[in-house]
T-cell receptor, first 114, second 109 residues
Framework: DGGITQSPKYLFRKEGQNVTLSCEQN?????MYWYRQDPGQGLRLIYY???????QKGDIAEGYSVSREKKESFPLTVTSAQKNPTAFYLC?????????????FGPGTRLTVT | GQNIDQPTEMTATEGAIVQINCTYQ??????LFWYQQHAGEAPTFLSY??LDGLEEKGRFSSFLSRSKGYSYLLLKELQMKDSASYLC??????????WGAGTKLIIKP
């Protein structure tokens, strides 16, 4: 079965530590995305990638970093520079191109930083 | 600025019909999506509108009026499992998805 996996589902870290969230997809999608979801707010785009070895900042990239070394993988690192990292993080993928394509989401990682 | 407006919460009765509205102001328009999200889970795709009019998919229908910057999601024959948040998202002319905050739908027996 094709899909997107994110691990772990819950993650706890101490303030000041970097943490990497994994995202893997076997849908053969070129485009991948990282979103952050906070209560009462819409999904906010952190980073996206349309092709391997290339990625772009989204609306709230400060304090985050990504890599796209393989088509299947798009890990997100939450650095100590992110002021308010506690949130629900969602990874998504889609066909790349000019037509609007639906995004497929992973199950999400809930990160708590104390 | 760009924004998507949806009601925060709605309540409906099992078996009834509910309409969830979405208004948008974005830099251009390529298409509008509706997603369903159960609490603590990932959003799942429901529907997609590019042209004006109604798209029907079983118990769910979605309507779009581009001139009014308006869409609605219509859910018929409501079931308890329809209790979820419904997210409206618009793809703008820069191919970015702009998301609404979602409408939490509560279904009562």
């Amino acid at each position: 079965d094709g899909g997107i996996t994110q691990s772990p589902k819950y993650l706890f870290r101490k303030e000041g530590q970097n943490v990497t969230l994994s995202c893997e997809q076997n849908l053969n999608h070129d485009a991948m995305y990282w979103y952050r979801q906070d209560p009462g707010q819409g999904l906010r785009l952190i980073y996206y990638s349309q092709i391997v070895n290339d990625f772009q900042k989204g609306d709230i990239a400060e304090g985050y970093s990504v890599s796209r070394e393989k088509k299947e993988s798009f890990p997100l690192t939450v650095t100590s520079a992110q002021k308010n990292p506690t949130a629900f993080y969602l990874c998504a993928s889609s066909i790349a191109g000019q037509a609007p394509y639906e995004q497929y989401f992973g199950p999400g990682t809930r990160l708590t930083v104390t | 600025g760009q924004n998507i407006d949806q009601p925060t919460e709605m309540t409906a009765t099992e078996g009834a019909i509910v309409q969830i509205n979405c208004t948008y102001q974005t830099s251009g328009f390529n298409g509008l999506f509706w997603y369903q999200q159960h609490a603590g889970e990932a959003p799942t795709f429901l529907s997609y509108n590019v042209l004006d009019g109604l798209e029907e998919k079983g118990r769910f229908s979605s309507f779009l009026s581009r001139s009014k910057g308006y869409s609605y999601l219509l859910l018929k024959e409501l079931q308890m499992k329809d209790s979820a948040s419904y997210l409206c998202a618009v793809e703008n002319s820069n191919y970015q998805l702009i998301w609404g905050a979602g409408t939490k739908l509560i279904i009562k027996p």
